[in-house]
């Protein structure tokens, strides 16, 4: 299905209110933790830390300790304790402070969690949340600053969530919560303080439908995370020079809404891929092969393109780290250059 | 006390079976036998409560079997078919029985045991009254995931009973190189709950030191760490030449069968006499020679399914 607008509660128009992307990600905890009992939270520093990044904030105050639950680091006990809370009645949130540190909880994530369903014959479901602050921009350098969701989004059994905008970030993580699989939510780091419309209702997004956030003609700019807002601020750019970029937001990459991807290429017949992680194995490297297979291969007026991170580790310095991964003025040129080809 | 007998001897014939069955060809992949260390597992299963649950290890076979779990449907998952316990999905190294309170064999080393620290969380967040058992062998005693799980469980002091079999093994690596000269129980001291060493080849010492830590998880006062000191007959794998150990050694073990040895307890005892043992020891064989029977009839899994089960 093709959603041309952000979907809403049907009836009267929601409530409405200007939130931070951080603001909405705890406001969906709050009122999960009202409405379910089962869910709790775990991680290191969530609760009278409030968190690495403050998403947490004050939960641990209304909810306490036990479902607001600071555990030592141990990133392979902390999501392994999850996969026991959810096998056993629970709905855990489980945080990983980075999302560098997930390599500490892969096995659990991709040896233990995706699998059980599938090798104990669907006789069992792993209800799991995990959080996790990534990308750079935050100056903290190569052990703080990756783009892992391809390696995760490489899994069955695996959902993988990559919200771009506040709205999203509370009404997919209230999906993630309430859907009966492992889910793995990357929060990027500097989206936490943007802000935008968030309804105060309780919604849950569909895992598994993108968005188009700028309906054009000329070429489709494929986009997600970080890169949803750089994308549409290079589509207003080089809408001045009468290049009409339509932009979609893939939302969740695992599983992956094709069928608006193709649609949107079917229609522009030009299209840019951009994301944050490095392009060797990166999720654009799927999306482009999906494109590939479709039919939308039959309505391409020039190659698929990929704007990526560059090959290297993030850097320290401050103009490396901006050059590492795709800024706005880099959108617009790629944009412009393919709208010419 | 024949019951526990019955379920170690159960044990042992399902795995000669298993093994001739791969010999056969009617098995495949990898099997990793426990035949020696029957006495860990119906122990320890059997001073726990049939609510209580379990996670197990890539050797798990015993403990599937003294969980409860039907025999025709382990050798039917097996031999890979669709009516075994994981549909033909999971294999030996995979097994569980959700609904037994088996949550499942692991084929990676103290995977189990972070989860098994959530299985004890969730309990004692749910006010419940069952408690979790954490199967491992002595190599995965050298894994993080050892740490932080018994970290963990100590600091909240979840209801959890950690069992270590201690088969001198970890595949070749002897236990005498793997640890700087300590009883792996003695790694408790680090997390400030109780550690014991005890002989896993005596079922009754397994019985009761898993009965006191089950009594002390279910009371609240945290997990145990057990080291049960038993010893695996044959090799890692199929794949295994034994180049690592004597046959002396091996011998020495095996005069020290767990089996053997409760069988004469109970003659001694006169709980039982030579007869029907020898009943109880043809019982066995039937109901292992029933399962593969069924396990031979049962149908193989249509491919067409095969992405069914990868999301609920």
């Known amino acids: ?341 | 006390m024949i019951e526990l007998l019955r379920q170690m001897e159960l044990i042992r014939a399902f795995e000669e079976m298993a093994e001739q069955l791969y010999v056969r060809g009617l098995i495949h992949g990898t099997m990793h036998l426990s035949i020696g260390q029957e006495a860990c597992a119906v122990g320890a299963i059997a001073a726990l409560e049939p609510r209580d649950f379990i996670l197990s290890t890539h050797r798990g076979h015993g403990h599937c079997i003294a969980k409860g779990a039907d025999v025709r449907r382990m050798m039917a998952e097996f031999m890979g078919k669709e009516t075994g316990y994981c549909r033909g999905r999971g294999g030996s190294m995979h097994i569980a029985d959700v609904e037994g309170g088996n949550l499942g064999a692991n084929g990676i080393v103290a995977g189990g045991l972070p989860i098994a620290a959530g299985v004890g969380l969730s309990l004692k967040m749910q006010g419940r009254r069952e408690i979790c058992m954490a199967f491992f062998g002595d190599g995965a005693a050298n894994e993080g995931a050892f740490h932080e799980a018994l970290n963990s469980a100590a600091i909240w002091r979840l209801p959890i009973v950690f069992f270590c079999e201690n088969n001198q093994y970890a595949m070749s690596m002897s236990v005498r190189e793997a640890f700087p000269g300590i009883d792996i129980s003695a790694r408790a001291a680090a997390y400030n709950i109780p550690g014991i060493t005890i002989d896993g080849n005596d079922l009754l010492a397994v019985y009761d030191a898993v009965s006191v830590a089950a009594q002390r998880a279910r009371a609240g006062h945290g997990p145990t760490l057990i080291e049960a000191k038993t010893y695996r007959w044959r090799g890692h794998s199929k794949s295994d030449r034994n180049l690592y150990r004597t046959q002396e050694e091996i011998e020495q073990w095996k005069a020290r069968d767990p089996i053997a040895r409760f069988r004469r307890l109970l003659i001694d005892e006169g709980i039982l006499d030579a007869g029907r043992a020898a009943e109880l020891t043809q019982a066995v064989k039937a109901e292992i020679a029933e399962a593969v029977a069924f396990a031979e009839a049962s149908p193989e899994p249509d491919p067409a399914s095969m992405e069914d089960e990868v999301y609920a």
Not at chain 1, 229 to 246: F, K, M, N, S, V
């Open chain 1, 1 to 341: 299905m093709t959603a041309y607008v952000q979907s809403t509660p049907t009836g009267t128009p929601p409530a409405t209110r200007e939130l931070s992307y951080a603001e909405a990600i705890r406001e969906a905890l709050r009122q999960e933790m009202r409405r379910d009992p089962r869910v709790f939270l775990l991680g290191e520093d969530i609760g009278v830390y409030g968190g690495a990044f403050g998403v947490t904030g004050d939960l641990v105050h209304e909810f306490g300790k036990e479902r607001v639950r600071d555990t030592p680091i141990s990133e392979q006990a902390i999501a392994g304790m999850a996969i026991g809370a959810a096998i056993t009645g629970l709905r855990p949130v489980a945080e990983i402070q980075f999302s560098d540190f997930i390599t500490l909880s892969a096995d659990q994530l991709v040896n233990q969690a995706a699998k059980m369903r599938f090798m104990f014959g669907g006789k069992i479901s792993v209800p799991l949340v995990l959080r996790t602050p990534a990308g750079s921009g935050t100056g903290a350098a190569a052990q703080h600053s990756q783009s892992l969701e391809a390696w995760f989004a490489h899994i069955p059994g695996l959902k993988v969530v990559v919200p771009a905008t506040p709205h999203d970030a509370k009404g997919l993580l209230i999906a993630a919560i309430r859907d009966p699989n492992p889910v793995i939510v990357f929060e990027h780091k500097l989206l936490y303080r943007t802000k935008g419309p968030v309804p105060e209702a309780l919604y849950a997004e569909p895992l598994g439908q993108a968005l188009v956030r700028r309906p054009g003609k000329h070429l489709t700019i494929i986009a997600y995370s970080v890169m949803v807002g750089r994308a549409l601020a290079a589509a207003e750019h080089i809408a001045q020079e009468g290049i009409d970029a339509e932009v979609i937001d893939v939302r969740t990459l695992r599983p992956l809404d094709e069928a608006t991807l193709v649609a949107s290429v079917c229609k522009t017949g030009r299209v840019l891929i951009v994301h944050e992680a490095v392009r060797t194995g990166g999720f654009g490297g799927e999306i482009a092969a999906r494109l590939a297979e479709s039919e939308a291969f039959d309505f391409l007026d020039a190659p698929i393109r990929r704007l990526a991170g560059r090959e290297v580790p993030i850097p320290y310095n401050r103009t490396l780290e901006r050059s590492a991964v795709p800024q706005v003025e880099d959108i617009v040129a790629a944009a412009r250059a393919l709208a010419q080809e």
